[in-house]
């Protein structure tokens, strides 16, 4: 069975300053990897996904994830926030042909940028 | 073009009465997923439709849940009757592809969820 702990509940950070939200994984099998974000009152967003190939993914609003197979990481960084990246986070992993794709979540990451 | 809507947004209901929740995936989505949270705790899968088809229910709960998808088009999630433990919130997410036949690489679109309250 798979499975995705997410390290830390709550990160608060300053905004500029840099943050790394955590997320390890445990299958026997090989898996797709997942940010999803959700601001306040609204639903899940995909931030970034890791399929294949480069193991360094990133978004469109500056975040970046580095899949790590050997620690079986998939941490999701962001060099300098912003206020508005205030939101909660959740790390996800889902199988490949022929499972059909169910997610699977961490228990999410409440990330609080302060001024 | 409209994204995944639920319907209530919130729902307060006494132990034992019964709650229907309503998802309408985005037009021409195939796969409807349901999902649930339970306070502070990891988002959990409750099933997959594959257009009105139930591909994958392994994570109901127990059999006081009922899930439809009416001509494949929007579903419905019944509660009956609903329990404390049932409190939470219940999310729909939809993808365009049949996943049998790209896995886990099509992304799913969430909906806000709705947030029940059994007291």
């Known amino acids: 069975a798979q499975s995705v702990t997410q390290l830390d509940s709550q990160v608060p950070v300053f905004e500029e300053a840099p943050v790394e939200l955590r997320c390890n994984y445990s299958?026997?099998?090989?898996?797709?990897l997942f940010w999803y974000v959700q601001y306040p009152n609204q639903g899940l967003q995909l931030l970034l996904k890791?399929?294949?190939?480069?193991?360094l993914v990133e978004s469109i609003n500056g975040f970046e994830a580095e899949f790590n197979k050997s620690q079986t990481s998939f941490h999701l960084r962001k060099p300098s926030v912003h206020i508005s990246d205030t939101a909660e986070y959740f790390c996800?992993?889902?199988?490949?042909?022929?499972?059909?794709?169910?997610?699977?979540f961490g228990a999410g990451t409440r990330l609080a940028v302060h001024p | 073009e409209a994204g995944v809507t639920q319907f209530p947004s919130h729902s307060v209901i006494e132990k034992g009465q019964t709650v229907t929740l309503r998802c309408d995936p985005i037009?021409?989505?195939?796969?409807l997923y349901w999902y649930r949270r339970v306070m502070g705790k990891e988002i959990k899968f409750l099933l997959h439709?594959?257009?009105?088809?139930?591909?994958?229910e392994s994570g109901m709960p127990n059999n006081r849940f009922l899930a439809e998808r009416t001509g494949g088009t929007y579903s419905t999630l019944k509660v009956q009757p609903a329990e404390l433990e049932d409190s939470g919130v219940y999310f729909c997410?939809?993808?365009?592809?049949?996943?049998?036949?790209?896995?886990?690489?099509?992304?799913?679109?969430f909906g806000p969820g709705t947030r029940l309250t059994v007291l």
């Open positions: 997410a939809s993808s365009q592809e049949s996943g049998g036949r790209l896995g886990g690489t099509d992304t799913q679109y």
């Open positions: 299958s026997s099998v090989s898996v797709y």
């Open positions: 890791y399929l294949s190939g480069s193991t």
């Open positions: 996800a992993v889902s199988l490949p042909l022929p499972w059909y794709n169910k997610l699977i």
């Open positions: 037009s021409g989505h195939d796969n």
């Open positions: 439709f594959v257009k009105e088809s139930k591909q994958d």
